[in-house]
DNA sequence: TTGGGTGCAAACTCTTTGCAGCGTT
DNA sequence: AACGCTGCAAAGAGTTTGCACCCAA
């Protein structure tokens, strides 16, 4: 379901934008890691070298694309990024391991229809973050 | 029920910190904020001047005793505290007025309660943020 | 060819820390 | 009297911005 660089390529053109190298090396960099880093490993990711401001402007405006999505996730300060998935989930982080997983269910939809159509209010979008131990952790 | 002075320098002695002028003045400027304030917030709120430092240790430390709780909402940059509420709740952040609310019901404590029994993920905490237009900004 | 995008460096915001002195216990 | 806490200033992390040059369209 990930975009391929090709699929970015087009869609980078509908929308006005450039199709360029380092948007390329960005956007598979962050596919090829399997969601959830921080800039900084996603610059350690990148076979040729993306400058960080660089890097923080591509991932901007692939979420004004809606290719991509941030959370502050952990205890740790910097943001985290992730290909957007069609499917609703939210994230689990394990305090013990540092794990994140995602947990997948019809729970997020839910959240979105009952504030809707019960409160009134529109939706754009539900961060959903549970810290805890995982069952690994647990032992 | 949000902690009177008095009650936060009991809390404080029973833990063996002190009851200092500053956390007391802290504590009641986060009170009398209604929730949702920054550091920055709560610096101008505050009567007597506290060191911008000071203040992030006092939170800091009112949070390790469970009295206030820190969240980042919206699209600043900045942390917002609250006092702690005992009921569960999630916050609805309304991305045109800037408005944050709660939204209290079971539905925090039923997360908790199927990722424990049916995942073994032993929850700490829950943080749901649901950005969107209220009621009164649609219109 | 042209103007959007990039790298570089500096600036900025939020938060933490080191330290000398103050104030609670 | 002892030492935990504070204010101050400086440092630190993460992110943004200004600008000259470059390259995709």
């Keep these: 379901m990930d ?6 390529d087009r869609t980078l053109r ?14 598979q960099a962050l596919v090829e890691a399997q ?23 591509a991932l901007a405006l692939f979420e004004e694309l809606g290719l991509a999505r941030m959370s502050r996730l952990g205890d740790s300060d910097a943001s985290r990024w992730e290909p957007a998935h069609p499917d609703e989930h939210f994230h ?10 995602h947990h997948v269910g019809s729970l997020v939809a839910d959240i979105s229809q009952h ?3 019960d409160h009134g209010f529109e939706v754009q979008r539900v961060e959903l973050v549970v810290d805890g131990r995982c069952q690994r952790c647990r032992g």
């Excluded at 975009?3 to 970015?8: C, I, P």
């Excluded at 509908?14 to 360029?20: H, L, P, S």
């Excluded at 689990?92 to 997983?101: E, K």
């Design 14 to 27: 509908e929308r006005g934008y450039r199709a360029t190298v380092p948007r390329r090396a960005v956007w």
């Design 92 to 101: 689990l982080v394990c305090t013990d391991c540092g794990r994140i997983d």
């Design 115 to 117: 504030l809707d159509r």
């Design 35 to 57: 969601g959830h880093v921080t800039v900084e490993e996603l610059a350690e990711l990148l076979v040729d070298d993306v400058d960080q401001a660089s890097i923080y402007r």
């Design 3 to 8: 975009l391929t660089t090709v699929e970015l």
